[in-house]
Each structure stands twice: as structure tokens, then as C-alpha cells.
């Protein structure tokens, strides 16, 4: 029998997914972007793109923190 390396799973949370999560505006999201005021999104296709859900949580964090 075979032995399974279990490995930490970080998925890719898809841009359309960000708002009900975030709280604001996919607009708003670019938006904070550009300002670098947000992470930058994971190009994962030529119209898709997200963020892992890692990045996602410490960038909340530090929000809550301020």
C-alpha cells in the first residue's frame, strides 16, 4: 500500500469571492491594489485570478490591528 504525504492545503480564493469576504467592492478591491494597499491577485488564467487564502488572512489581521 501506498503512503500519502499529506501536505498543508492554501487554496486560491477567486476574485469574484473577495467582496462577501472582504466587505467592499470588487472596484474597491482593484482599487486598494493599485494603492498597494492590498495584496497582489494570482493571474490563473486569462480571466481568472484569486488570491491564497493565507495571504488573504494575514492581510486581515493586520487590518483588524490598525
Do not use: C, N, Y
Not at 15 to 33: K, Y
Amino acid at each position: 500500500m501506498s503512503e500519502h504525504i499529506h501536505t498543508p492545503v492554501d487554496p486560491v480564493i477567486r476574485t469574484h469571492a473577495l467582496p462577501s469576504i472582504v466587505g467592499v467592492s470588487r472596484a474597491q478591491i482593484h482599487r486598494l491594489i493599485r494603492q498597494g494597499k492590498f495584496p497582489p491577485l494570482l493571474k490563473l488564467g486569462p480571466r481568472a485570478s484569486g488570491i491564497r487564502r493565507s495571504t488573504l488572512e494575514q492581510w486581515l489581521a493586520a487590518r483588524e490591528g490598525q
